[in-house]
């Protein structure tokens, strides 16, 4: 099986409260193609999940977000569910860590309500994109063009709707991070 993303190195940032099952299928895509994938957190040592109607497991954090540079990553995952990026959108150096991969023109990969730290950093105006249908008016309000689709590829951005839609998001965001040019080894 040929291994796509060898070599790019994946930021997947979240806090207290993501969806379970955003990480954990879009994440093993993505060491499926061979990416190198690190949880990126404002929390020490693990980060607890949210699974569909109560808590779910907790996560190691390989790097924490106050030591995470986006300069050592090729491509960004911000996973959703409706307390982790609520919370994210309010910590400065959550929403700077999201802004620098949109600066430095790296891919990003969104799925349902991810999109809420985008707008807080800016970068959904003009850019055509989906999410879970509670942030569509979110969306429009940033001056985002909003559509329903499984899976929205706006040049380096992938935004999908939820849960539903993750074998249509890793296609996607595969394709899109497969685009990416590896950081040098060691940055």
Do not use: Y
């Amino acid at each position: 099986m040929a291994k796509e993303l060898d070599g790019v190195k994946v930021a997947i940032l979240v806090t207290e409260g993501f969806e379970q099952v955003e990480l954990e299928q879009p994440r093993q895509a993505l060491d499926d193609a061979g990416a190198e994938t690190k949880i990126v957190s404002p929390i020490e040592k693990k980060v607890r999940a949210w699974d569909l109607t109560n808590w779910g497991d907790k996560f190691t954090v390989d790097v924490r977000l106050e030591e995470a540079r986006a300069d050592d990553f090729d491509a960004l995952l911000l996973p959703g569910g409706v307390i982790n990026p609520d919370l994210l959108r309010m910590l400065t150096p959550a929403v700077a860590f999201v802004r620098a991969f949109f600066e430095a023109g790296r891919p990003v990969a969104s799925i349902c309500h991810g999109p809420w730290t985008i707008i807080e950093a800016g970068h959904a105006k003009g850019r055509q994109m989906t999410s879970w249908p509670s942030l569509r008016t979110d969306l429009r309000n940033a001056g985002a063009v909003v559509v329903d689709e499984e899976a929205v590829i706006d040049g380096n951005l992938v935004t999908s709707r939820g849960p539903q839609d993750i074998p249509a998001f890793n296609r996607a965001m595969i394709g899109v991070f497969a685009k990416a040019r590896p950081v040098a080894a060691g940055a």
